[in-house]
Protein backbone atom coordinates (compact mmCIF):
# COMPACT_ATOMS: atom_id res chain seq x y z
CA UNK A 1 0.00 0.00 0.00
CA UNK A 2 2.91 2.18 0.37
CA UNK A 3 4.25 1.42 -3.05
CA UNK A 4 0.80 2.95 -4.40
CA UNK A 5 1.07 5.84 -2.34
CA UNK A 6 4.09 6.67 -3.10
CA UNK A 7 3.74 6.33 -7.13
CA UNK A 8 0.57 8.79 -6.04
CA UNK A 9 2.49 11.24 -5.08
CA UNK A 10 5.10 11.67 -7.36
CA UNK A 11 2.65 11.90 -10.05
CA UNK A 12 0.87 14.89 -8.19
CA UNK A 13 4.28 15.90 -7.63
CA UNK A 14 5.19 15.52 -11.53
CA UNK A 15 1.58 17.28 -12.34
CA UNK A 16 2.03 20.13 -10.23
CA UNK A 17 5.25 20.99 -11.25
CA UNK A 18 5.06 20.60 -15.25
CA UNK A 19 2.83 24.09 -15.33
CA UNK A 20 5.13 25.47 -13.16
CA UNK A 21 7.93 24.48 -15.25
CA UNK A 22 6.63 25.77 -18.20
CA UNK A 23 5.61 28.98 -15.78
CA UNK A 24 9.08 29.56 -14.58
CA UNK A 25 10.48 29.53 -18.26
CA UNK A 26 7.87 32.39 -19.51
CA UNK A 27 8.84 34.52 -16.35
CA UNK A 28 12.56 33.94 -17.25
CA UNK A 29 12.98 33.64 -20.86
CA UNK A 30 9.70 35.95 -22.03
CA UNK A 31 11.61 36.82 -25.60
CA UNK A 32 12.44 33.64 -26.27
CA UNK A 33 8.95 31.77 -25.05
CA UNK A 34 7.52 34.78 -27.04
CA UNK A 35 9.44 33.70 -30.66
CA UNK A 36 8.48 30.09 -30.05
CA UNK A 37 5.16 30.93 -29.38
CA UNK A 38 4.88 33.06 -33.00
CA UNK A 39 6.95 30.54 -34.85
CA UNK A 40 4.02 27.78 -33.73
CA UNK A 41 1.57 30.02 -35.04
CA UNK A 42 3.18 31.58 -37.80
CA UNK A 43 4.88 28.18 -39.62
CA UNK A 44 4.45 25.07 -37.34
CA UNK A 45 5.05 23.10 -40.10
CA UNK A 46 8.78 24.20 -40.29
CA UNK A 47 8.62 23.80 -36.64
CA UNK A 48 7.87 20.31 -36.84
CA UNK A 49 10.22 19.43 -39.80
CA UNK A 50 13.06 21.91 -37.38
CA UNK A 51 12.37 19.62 -34.17
CA UNK A 52 12.34 16.53 -36.44
CA UNK A 53 16.63 17.27 -37.50
CA UNK A 54 17.01 18.69 -34.29
CA UNK A 55 16.04 15.16 -32.78
CA UNK A 56 17.73 12.93 -35.15
CA UNK A 57 21.06 15.32 -35.17
CA UNK A 58 20.64 14.72 -31.14
CA UNK A 59 19.81 11.19 -31.06
CA UNK A 60 22.91 9.81 -33.36
CA UNK A 61 25.57 11.47 -30.91
CA UNK A 62 23.95 10.37 -27.99
CA UNK A 63 23.34 6.86 -29.39
CA UNK A 64 27.28 7.34 -29.61
CA UNK A 65 27.82 8.03 -26.43
CA UNK A 66 25.62 5.28 -24.72
CA UNK A 67 27.55 2.86 -26.43
CA UNK A 68 30.80 3.86 -25.58
CA UNK A 69 32.51 1.73 -22.17
CA UNK A 70 33.37 5.10 -20.37
CA UNK A 71 30.94 6.14 -17.70
CA UNK A 72 32.23 9.76 -18.68
CA UNK A 73 30.83 9.48 -22.09
CA UNK A 74 27.31 7.70 -20.68
CA UNK A 75 27.28 10.93 -18.56
CA UNK A 76 27.79 12.98 -21.49
CA UNK A 77 24.61 11.30 -22.86
CA UNK A 78 22.78 11.85 -19.94
CA UNK A 79 23.70 15.88 -19.80
CA UNK A 80 22.75 15.54 -23.73
CA UNK A 81 19.47 13.98 -22.77
CA UNK A 82 19.04 17.08 -20.04
CA UNK A 83 19.88 19.77 -23.18
CA UNK A 84 17.41 18.23 -25.25
CA UNK A 85 14.42 18.28 -22.78
CA UNK A 86 15.04 21.65 -21.60
CA UNK A 87 15.15 22.99 -25.39
CA UNK A 88 11.65 21.04 -25.32
CA UNK A 89 10.18 22.45 -22.30
CA UNK A 90 11.20 26.01 -23.89
CA UNK A 91 9.08 25.58 -26.33
CA UNK A 92 6.37 24.13 -24.81
CA UNK A 93 6.16 27.14 -22.85
CA UNK A 94 5.60 28.74 -26.14
CA UNK A 95 2.92 26.11 -26.85
CA UNK A 96 1.40 27.19 -23.70
CA UNK A 97 0.99 30.61 -24.57
CA UNK A 98 -0.27 30.06 -27.89
CA UNK A 99 -2.94 28.53 -25.71
CA UNK A 100 -3.18 31.26 -23.68
CA UNK A 101 -3.93 33.75 -26.55
CA UNK A 102 -6.51 31.55 -27.48
CA UNK A 103 -8.12 31.21 -24.16
CA UNK A 104 -7.58 35.39 -23.85
CA UNK A 105 -9.98 35.60 -26.71
CA UNK A 106 -12.71 33.44 -25.20
CA UNK A 107 -12.42 34.67 -21.92
CA UNK A 108 -11.70 36.98 -19.77
CA UNK A 109 -8.56 35.90 -17.78
CA UNK A 110 -5.31 37.14 -16.32
CA UNK A 111 -1.96 37.03 -18.54
CA UNK A 112 -0.19 34.26 -15.48
CA UNK A 113 -4.23 32.80 -15.41
CA UNK A 114 -4.25 32.13 -18.52
CA UNK A 115 -0.49 30.69 -19.14
CA UNK A 116 -1.60 28.51 -16.54
CA UNK A 117 -4.49 27.46 -18.01
CA UNK A 118 -2.14 26.58 -21.27
CA UNK A 119 0.05 24.73 -19.78
CA UNK A 120 -2.50 22.08 -17.72
CA UNK A 121 -3.77 21.77 -20.90
CA UNK A 122 -0.75 20.36 -22.90
CA UNK A 123 -0.60 18.07 -19.65
CA UNK A 124 -4.13 16.55 -19.50
CA UNK A 125 -4.28 16.38 -23.44
CA UNK A 126 -0.69 14.34 -23.03
CA UNK A 127 -1.76 12.04 -20.15
CA UNK A 128 -4.69 10.78 -22.19
CA UNK A 129 -4.44 6.99 -23.11
CA UNK A 130 -3.66 6.57 -26.45
CA UNK A 131 -4.43 9.98 -28.16
CA UNK A 132 -2.55 11.62 -26.24
CA UNK A 133 0.56 9.13 -25.45
CA UNK A 134 1.33 8.34 -29.30
CA UNK A 135 -0.20 11.26 -31.39
CA UNK A 136 -0.28 14.16 -29.15
CA UNK A 137 2.99 13.79 -27.42
CA UNK A 138 5.23 12.93 -30.01
CA UNK A 139 3.96 15.42 -32.61
CA UNK A 140 3.96 18.31 -29.76
CA UNK A 141 7.48 17.45 -28.18
CA UNK A 142 8.91 17.34 -32.11
CA UNK A 143 7.24 20.80 -32.76
CA UNK A 144 8.17 22.55 -29.71
CA UNK A 145 11.61 21.26 -30.06
CA UNK A 146 11.89 23.25 -33.30
CA UNK A 147 9.81 26.12 -32.41
CA UNK A 148 12.65 26.40 -29.14
CA UNK A 149 15.42 25.76 -31.76
CA UNK A 150 13.94 28.93 -34.15
CA UNK A 151 13.77 30.55 -30.67
CA UNK A 152 17.28 30.37 -29.22
CA UNK A 153 18.82 30.85 -33.22
CA UNK A 154 16.21 34.06 -33.14
CA UNK A 155 14.70 33.26 -36.61
CA UNK A 156 11.35 34.37 -36.69
CA UNK A 157 9.11 33.81 -39.65
CA UNK A 158 8.68 36.17 -42.11
CA UNK A 159 4.88 36.33 -41.76
CA UNK A 160 5.39 37.81 -38.37
CA UNK A 161 7.86 40.11 -38.74
CA UNK A 162 6.56 43.62 -38.66
CA UNK A 163 5.45 45.86 -42.05
CA UNK A 164 7.55 48.58 -43.36
CA UNK A 165 5.25 51.29 -44.27
CA UNK A 166 6.01 52.53 -47.68
CA UNK A 167 4.38 56.31 -47.88
CA UNK A 168 2.70 57.35 -50.99
CA UNK A 169 3.99 59.24 -53.37
CA UNK A 170 1.89 61.99 -53.95
Not at 19 to 39: D, Y
Request: positive net charge; charged residues 10%.
Amino acid sequence: MADLTAIFFILLIIGIAYPALLTAWWLLFPAAVERARMRMQHTPGASFWMGLAALIGFLIPIMILFNLPSGFFKFLGFVAIGVLLVLASLGAAGLAARFADKLNRIGNFSAIGSFVRGAVIIELASILPVVGWFVFLPIALVTTLGASVFAMLNWTPKSAAPAVEIPAQA
